[in-house]
């Protein structure tokens, strides 16, 4: 793999919530959520670009506003094909290499991310991530790295609801002769962790880990948020109920209703 690529970090995020409406702009130790995002991202040096991808929706004005308002770039895209607009936010932005990451996940670890890009480029992989297929560190650490290539192919091919609506099915259910696809892992499994935010709970839960470790200009890693809940195991218990990845099974029983309608 050509190192002089373009590396280019994509946040999708939008306002829009069912069980958590405008989450991007809540405040988290003095700043919205969607800028703790960004910040922590950039902290990858590796990376040469950071977009955040939203949609067209008005909804999307002041997260639009806010991004521009610190000198983030932003693309506006389809609201319910994220595929296709991380498709279109990477050609745009002419990216070589496609780094995945969610608007929700506030704990985004910049050593992670690192560590993911290069064992893609060190690997000449397909496809990189921390989290498929089983994935080992905590739901809100997910990193994804990907070939423009790759993506131009799951974008022409991906049919499915699900494929459409999560950006990287159709690559990883297709990892058997297609896709070069490998994973990161912790040395323990500590995937029953719950570090992202979709529910009220959540936004508590990542309020208090923030009110003890945040500071200014200093971005706190993964091990210092294990340490605190270790010793402060209440914490996390806050939002310890919830099923990781609950979005995407939504989608695959859409994917099901969707395949009967047909039928």
Same mark, same amino acid.
């Given at each position: 793999?050509?190192?002089?690529?373009?590396?280019?970090?994509?946040?999708?995020?939008?306002?829009?919530?069912?069980?958590?409406?405008?989450?991007?702009?809540?405040?988290?130790?003095?700043?919205?959520?969607?800028?703790?995002?960004?910040?922590?991202?950039?902290?990858?040096?590796?990376?040469?670009?950071?977009?955040?991808?939203?949609?067209?929706?008005?909804?999307?004005?002041?997260?639009?506003?806010?991004?521009?308002?610190?000198?983030?770039?932003?693309?506006?895209?389809?609201?319910?094909?994220?595929?296709?607009?991380?498709?279109?936010?990477?050609?745009?932005?002419?990216?070589?290499?496609?780094?995945?990451?969610?608007?929700?996940?506030?704990?985004?670890?910049?050593?992670?991310? $690192? !560590?993911? %890009?290069?064992? =893609? #480029? @060190?690997?000449?992989?397909?496809?990189v991530s921390t989290s498929y297929p089983y994935?080992?560190?905590?739901?809100?650490?997910?990193?994804?790295?990907?070939?423009?290539?790759?993506?131009?192919?799951?974008?022409?091919?991906?049919?499915?609801?699900?494929?459409?609506?999560?950006?990287?099915?159709?690559?990883?259910?297709?990892?058997?002769?297609?896709?070069?696809?490998?994973?990161?892992?912790?040395?323990?499994?500590?995937?029953?962790?719950?570090?992202?935010?979709?529910?009220?709970?959540?936004?508590?839960?990542?309020?208090?880990?923030?009110?003890?470790?945040?500071? $200014? !200009?200093? %971005?706190?890693? =993964? #091990? @210092?948020?294990?340490?605190?809940?270790?010793s402060n195991p209440e914490v996390e218990k806050?939002?310890?109920?919830?099923?990781?990845?609950?979005?995407?099974?939504?989608?695959?029983?859409?994917?099901?209703?969707?395949?009967?309608?047909?039928?």
């Amino acid at each position: 793999m050509n190192t002089n690529n373009k590396i280019v970090a994509i946040i999708q995020a939008r306002m829009e919530s069912t069980r958590l409406p405008g989450k991007m702009m809540k405040n988290i130790s003095g700043k919205p959520l969607i800028q703790h995002v960004i910040e922590r991202v950039q902290h990858c040096k590796i990376i040469n670009e950071v977009i955040v991808a939203t949609t067209e929706e008005p909804k999307d004005n002041l997260l639009v506003a806010c991004c521009r308002g610190f000198n983030i770039k932003v693309y506006r895209g389809n609201k319910e094909d994220v595929l296709e607009r991380y498709y279109q936010c990477a050609k745009l932005f002419d990216a070589d290499i496609i780094v995945r990451i969610t608007g929700d996940c506030p704990f985004t670890d910049p050593d992670i991310i $690192e !560590e993911t %890009i290069n064992h =893609f #480029l @060190e690997h000449d992989c397909d496809y990189v991530s921390t989290s498929y297929p089983y994935p080992t560190f905590p739901d809100g650490l997910d990193v994804e790295v990907f070939s423009f290539n790759t993506l131009k192919i799951a974008r022409n091919r991906a049919r499915l609801l699900s494929e459409r609506e999560h950006v990287t099915p159709y690559i990883w259910k297709n990892k058997s002769g297609r896709f070069k696809i490998e994973t990161i892992r912790y040395e323990r499994n500590l995937s029953n962790k719950r570090w992202t935010i979709d529910e009220e709970i959540d936004l508590q839960f990542v309020r208090n880990v923030f009110y003890a470790l945040y500071q $200014e !200009e200093y %971005i706190f890693k =993964f #091990l @210092e948020i294990l340490e605190y809940l270790k010793s402060n195991p209440e914490v996390e218990k806050i939002n310890s109920g919830i099923m990781r990845n609950e979005g995407y099974q939504k989608s695959l029983l859409l994917d099901r209703n969707d395949n009967a309608i047909k039928a």
